[in-house]
């Protein structure tokens, strides 16, 4: 199983910029495709973006494409969103994902890590 750790977060005013990271561990850390995921209150969890094993590959919610860029690190097993022009309604806890390739469901959760952004 492989273990996530975030990073990042904090509070940011309304047009700016914030960076997530997530660090995977594990023996097998490399054969997951991660993707991130926030909740904001009241609401239910939501998917943001998803990038493949290569890093190549990266897929957003349409509420994010275009202010949000997933990359990855694949030595360090590391993955990076960048989110620029932020939003209010971007505030939410953001959790970091990993699903097993080929699997269709995310097995592993990071701790979460609050995103606030002022209007």
């Known amino acids: 199983q492989v273990q996530l750790v975030e990073s990042g977060g904090g509070l940011v005013q309304e047009g700016g910029s914030l960076r997530l990271s997530c660090a995977a561990s594990g023996r097998y850390a490399s054969n997951y495709v991660i993707g991130w995921f926030r909740q904001a209150p009241g609401k239910e969890r939501e998917f943001v973006t998803a990038?493949?094993?290569?890093?190549?590959?990266?897929r957003y919610a349409d509420s994010v494409k275009g202010r949000f860029t997933l990359s990855r690190d694949i030595v360090r097993n590391t993955v990076s969103l960048q989110m620029n022009s932020l939003k209010p309604e971007d505030t939410a806890v953001y959790y970091c994902a990993a699903k097993f390739r080929g699997s269709e469901e995310y097995t592993a959760w990071g701790q979460g890590t609050q995103v606030t952004v002022s209007s």
């Open positions: 990038i493949d094993l290569s890093g190549r590959n990266t």
